[in-house]
């Protein structure tokens, strides 16, 4: 066994602390990942996690609610230990101060890379070396560390926003015993074993285009689609009026279309006649109107279709969306979406957003070992 | 004369890419977010001088020289 799941939702962050470290127990962890609910104190839940493993890397966020194996949880942590036999070698970077519009942090944390590893990230394998990146999901930042990141490197950075259990107040990432915020963490991976990363959004494509003609890039906002208000333009493309518009977002966004794979765009909300979305639309950027899909049958058919490929799959790190999550309790399909994953070691959070070459939304994005 | 946008296009991925298919597949994925689809332009497209200067800004960006 190379990593051992546990995952804790006893009453203090001491109580669930030391449950964890019964359950990792004496299980040689080269690194111990975490993804812990909002509810418990930053600083105690970086520390006390740092203090339970002790010499070794352990890092991760807060959460809009929590995967493990089989399960969602909310109010709990998760970890997962992995020992040298799945990760040979880590090096953590945390760019601070995220929101101020530069990407020097970036720079910074690449060259530190070279530093630890002994070698340009630019030539670096692309089949031996596999990053992560958590990052604060209220910065706004995603698209400027992921562009920059996209820029200094050919290697997968995948990952997530972390969350706050939906108080939209503060959110942190975690490394070195200390909580961030205002911060992304970069974690560079050399895993011993094949990797991959599956992408799926349960959504379809329908013939529907929606050019962003007019947009203000920072504030996420798209002002007028197709030459026309924003949200007149896609209740037209929806098919209901634009009083009802709102109510489709979920099952209707839109996406950036790659070949037949969608890049999702999650509209959040109006304001006046503009729509704020959960990440920026480039201006002149042609959409598609997307469609809600079966999400249980589709995630199992795309985990089925990766297991097929990579020959097994023994661990999975999920990231998947809030707004997933949402829809899946609305539909009261919480236990049947874990069950899913019953059957292989999983951690994962429901994120304020994805990171996959971009910013996406909408999305299971996953990093899988096999 | 047409096609310039797609020359730099080309060759921004072929110096990425180093011959990878899978290296050249992600920096086309990389340019559409950035605003730039590669299967809009062919040789018969006019040089639109605001596309040329964002794909050198962009290639700079990269690391490249085109």
Do not use: W
Not at chain 1, 86 to 106: F, H, P, R
Not at chain 2, 36 to 60: C, F, G, M, Q, R
């Amino acid at each position: 066994m190379n990593v051992i799941t546990a995952y804790s939702n006893q009453e203090n962050l001491d109580e669930i602390t030391q449950d964890l470290k019964q359950q990792i127990g004496e299980f040689d962890a080269k690194m111990v990942l975490f993804f812990a609910s909002s509810t418990f104190d930053p600083d105690q839940t970086a520390a006390q996690m740092q203090t339970a493993f002790q010499n070794i890397p352990v890092f991760g966020c807060t959460t809009a609610g929590e995967i493990v194996t089989g399960k969602m949880l909310k109010n709990s942590i998760v970890a997962m230990a992995f020992n040298a036999n799945i990760i040979e070698d880590i090096d953590i970077q945390i760019v601070e101060n995220i929101s101020n519009g530069e990407t020097e942090g970036v720079d910074h944390a690449f060259a530190k890379f070279k530093q630890h590893f002994n070698q340009e990230v630019l030539t670096m394998d692309i089949n031996q070396y596999v990053g992560i990146i958590l990052i604060d999901g209220l910065s706004g930042a995603e698209e400027r560390i992921m562009d920059r990141v996209g820029d200094l490197t050919n290697l997968l950075f995948v990952g997530g926003s972390a969350g706050d259990d939906l108080k939209f107040e503060k959110t942190y990432v975690y490394a070195n015993g200390k909580a961030y915020s205002d911060a992304a963490l970069l974690a560079l991976m050399k895993p011993k074993v094949k990797f991959d990363i599956l992408k799926t959004q349960s959504f379809c494509e329908l013939d529907k285009k929606l050019i962003a003609t007019k947009v203000n890039e920072s504030e996420r906002t798209i002002i007028e689609f197709n030459n026309k208000p924003a949200t007149v333009a896609y209740a037209e493309a929806v098919g209901c009026s634009v009083e009802d518009a709102a109510n489709n977002f979920m099952l209707n966004p839109v996406g950036l279309m790659v070949g037949d794979e969608p890049y999702v765009r999650s509209p959040q909300q109006i304001q006046d006649q503009n729509i704020v979305f959960y990440c920026n639309v480039l201006e002149d950027t042609e959409l598609s109107l997307l469609k809600a899909q079966d999400m249980i049958a589709d995630t199992k058919q795309a985990l089925e279709n990766k297991q097929k490929e990579m020959g097994s799959i023994s661990v999975i790190i999920n990231f998947h969306c809030i707004l997933r999550t949402l829809e899946l309790e609305a539909k009261n399909l919480m236990e049947d979406y874990g069950q899913i994953f019953a059957d292989i070691p999983t951690i994962g959070l429901s994120t304020y957003g994805e990171s996959y070459i971009g910013h996406i939304n909408q999305t299971a994005t996953m990093l899988v070992f096999n | 004369m047409p096609g310039k946008i797609k020359d730099m296009i080309d060759t921004i991925i072929e110096q990425r890419a180093q011959g990878s298919h899978i290296i050249a597949s992600t920096i086309k994925i990389k340019l559409i977010l950035k605003g730039i689809n590669p299967d809009k332009y062919t040789s018969e497209s006019p040089d639109n001088i605001n596309v040329i200067n964002k794909l050198d800004k962009l290639a700079e960006e990269l690391g490249l020289k085109l």
